[in-house]
């Protein structure tokens, strides 16, 4: 049985969540149509790419991912599907796919395939959609397009690393308003080398000096550094909402200081 998975910043209060859907299960009755997330910011393709990086590899080899977050096709930025780790990605090439795949795929073709109405607005219901069906009947990508030679940048997520600090970015505020870096436990570790350090954030406003293993490892409202599940370090309060309290934002700078031998 195929799995459809959908990511978009839609929201849930109106219809296209479910137009899209209908589109797929009139066609293919059988499908599971899993939701990601409706909830990404309007237009933040790096935040979409970090959602279904972090999650797609819990998915079985043959999951077909639609991602509509910025579908408008332009001569740059064309529709494409991206074949990797054994699973497809549908969206617009708009660098989204860097920030998902980190550079690994195996196969990306061009989206060469007619919409099912004149309207161009609504390209995840009238063309992502039929070209998941068509994947999931167990159409080659030679049917759908050319190869497309080269997936658009859209940036990097790596931290700076400057002598004896390491200087990264929010890069991504989840629903309890914690704060995920990019900051990665291998860089940490291999920078810090077990040495002393103090995590800056806002400047020398808020400071932290330990890792953690878990929220409650500090009192209610203090505030805890740890590396969560995705492998980054993540700052949050514990039962509070580190973000608003704060005054964090995404992209804003966070340095991790290590001590001098």
Same mark, same amino acid.
């Given at each position: ?25 009139? $066609?293919?009755?059988?499908? &599971?149509?899993?939701? /990601?997330?409706?909830? !990404? ?5 790096? +935040? =979409?790419? @970090? ?29 494409v599907v991206v074949?990797?780790?054994? $699973?497809?990605?549908?969206? &617009?090439?708009?660098? /989204?796919?860097?920030? !998902? ?5 195996? +196969? =990306?073709? @061009? ?48 931290? !700076? ?5 390491? +200087? ?39 400071t932290i000096d ?52």
């Amino acid at each position: 049985m195929a799995i459809i998975t959908l990511t978009s910043d839609w929201g849930t209060s109106d219809y296209y969540a479910a137009a899209v859907k209908g589109v797929i299960l009139s $066609q293919v009755p059988n499908v &599971t149509i899993v939701d /990601i997330t409706h909830d !990404i910011s309007p237009f933040n393709v790096a +935040e =979409a790419g @970090f959602t279904v990086h972090n999650c797609y590899r819990n998915f079985p080899e043959g999951t077909i991912h639609i991602i509509a977050v910025e579908t408008i096709e332009s001569d740059v930025n064309p529709h494409v599907v991206v074949k990797a780790h054994g $699973q497809y990605f549908i969206s &617009t090439d708009n660098g /989204i796919f860097s920030h !998902i795949l980190d550079g690994e795929y195996e +196969e =990306a073709v @061009f989206i060469d395939v007619e919409q099912d109405t004149d309207f161009y607005t609504f390209s995840t219901r009238d063309r992502f959609a039929k070209v998941a069906v068509m994947i999931a009947k167990g159409e080659p990508l030679s049917n759908i397009g050319a190869k497309r030679e080269r997936l658009n940048d859209g940036g990097s997520f790596c931290a !700076i690393v400057k002598n004896n600090i390491i +200087e990264g970015i929010v890069m991504h505020i989840d629903s309890y308003e914690n704060l995920i870096t990019n900051i990665p436990k291998e860089l940490f570790d291999q920078v810090g080398k077990g040495r002393d350090f103090t995590i800056k954030v806002k400047g020398d406003l808020y400071t932290i000096d330990e890792i953690s293993e878990s929220y409650d490892d500090v009192d209610p409202l203090d505030p805890v550094a740890l590396f969560g599940t995705h492998g980054y370090l993540e700052i949050a309060l514990n039962h509070a909402k580190m973000a608003a309290l704060w005054g964090i934002e995404i992209k804003s700078t966070i340095q991790v200081v290590f001590e001098d031998n």
